[in-house]
């Protein structure tokens, strides 16, 4: 069994903030859990438009404060989110998170991040395993 509180790992190495500083993301759950997940809160910045896409993972997203825009910029749809909105990134979709409000976001990730991930210039995270 695992336990643990956001509060252990706020500013470890757990505890990663964009270099933009848009964002902040609390891994509390990582590949070497070796659950078949990776489980993290993020919170995104009031005023800031983020593009993501993630090619070599399914995300997960719960957004449990804030309000902004989903924007899915391979379908030119948008969507309003607010406080219990869910969204499922199951098609590797490239898209923008528009922040009205400061989000607050639990989102899961397969397979699992190992937290060494680093958003490249297309807002995509490298498949990194274990091994790697």
Sequence with gaps: MI????????????DVTAENGNWRSKRIVLADDRVG??????????????????????EAVWLVEGRGKLIDLDNDEVYELGPGSMYLLNGFEKHRIEVD??????????PPVT????????????????DD
């Design 37 to 58: 997940f990776s489980f993290h809160e993020t919170t995104i910045k009031a005023g800031t438009v983020n593009e993501f896409h993630y090619q070599n993972h399914v």
């Design 3 to 14: 336990v643990r509180t956001t509060q252990e790992i706020t500013d470890t190495e757990r």
């Design 115 to 130: 937290g060494r991930e680093v958003h490249d210039e297309n807002g995509v995270y490298p498949l990194i395993t274990l």
């Design 101 to 110: 409000e400061q989000m607050r976001m639990l989102c899961v990730f397969n």
